[in-house]
């Protein structure tokens, strides 16, 4: 039987794991106007919410490995304090999130993907292109990071 304990990734993958769930937050995000609408509108809201949980969990092998400087580890928390506290979430802090601190992690994970042995980076890209092929938008920002 598959043990799903023992699931060996590659540490880089986490940070495109990252990229993709902040592409997805954006585009959902870009939709409403206010955080009340994303609010109402549950399953954009759940998406967005599943987004910042794989961060959550990818920023934690991040800064395992010491890409991600001990700063990050309020996505950790945020990831922690989503996926426990539920309905405790406060709507305004996911907003504030999206348009204050994104555009930051961001650009620090395609740092990272840039930093990448080319040969692993064109591989992960490829294998999240093939994932994502339903998803121009994404597909689109893959690629741009092969140049």
Do not use: C
Request: aromatic share 14%.
């Amino acid at each position: 039987m598959f043990d799903i304990n023992n699931v060996d990734r590659p540490v880089e993958m986490f940070i495109f794991d990252i990229y993709v769930a902040i592409l997805k937050i954006e585009n959902t995000s870009s939709n409403f106007d206010n955080v009340q609408d994303l609010l109402y509108s549950y399953n954009h809201w759940d998406s967005v919410i599943r987004e910042f949980e794989i961060i959550g969990e990818a920023s934690k092998y991040l800064i395992k490995d010491e890409l991600f400087s001990k700063k990050y580890q309020v996505l950790v928390d945020f990831r922690n304090k989503i996926t426990h506290e539920y309905f405790g979430i406060d709507q305004d802090i996911v907003w504030l999130i999206i348009y204050n601190d994104l555009h930051e992690i961001k650009n620090m994970v395609i740092e990272l993907a840039n930093n990448i042995e080319s040969g692993l980076r064109q591989e992960l890209i490829e294998s999240f292109i093939e994932d994502n092929t339903y998803l121009d938008f994404i597909v689109k920002k893959l690629k741009d990071i092969k140049l």
